[in-house]
């Protein structure tokens, strides 16, 4: 089993720029590909991106492509995202997930959920 802690979200201006934690507990932190989602008020929880941890081998959906980078740190089990050149249209709670078996692209794939953090982008 693995749990998700969120942390580093917040209000910044429109340009700025926030650094996502998602720090996992569990000795199997490596076999699991780790996904950051979001979801505005009204809206459906989007795909954001995803990392493997084991090889780092990554994924962003077209929206946050050269904004915004995952990354992982294997020797703190933590994954995080980088989001730079904010737009008012990224706030959102952001949630990051751990897929065991999949490459987690939607909820469903998922087999565990962090509690999720605000991101509010003033314009």
């Known amino acids: 089993q693995v749990q998700l802690v969120e942390s580093g979200g917040g209000l910044v201006q429109a340009g700025g720029s926030l650094r996502l934690s998602c720090a996992a507990s569990g000795r199997t932190f490596s076999s699991y590909t780790v996904g950051w989602f979001r979801q505005a008020p009204g809206k459906e929880r989007e795909f954001v991106a995803f990392?493997?941890?084991?090889?780092?081998?990554?994924y962003s959906a077209d929206s946050v492509k050269g904004r915004f980078t995952i990354s992982r740190d294997n020797a703190k089990n933590t994954a995080y995202l980088r989001m730079n050149s904010l737009k008012p249209e990224d706030t959102a709670v952001y949630y990051c997930a751990a897929a065991r078996m999949r490459l987690p692209t939607a909820s469903h794939m998922c087999d565990y959920w962090g509690q999720g953090t605000q991101v509010t982008v003033s314009s």
């Open positions: 990392i493997r941890v084991r090889d780092g081998s990554a």
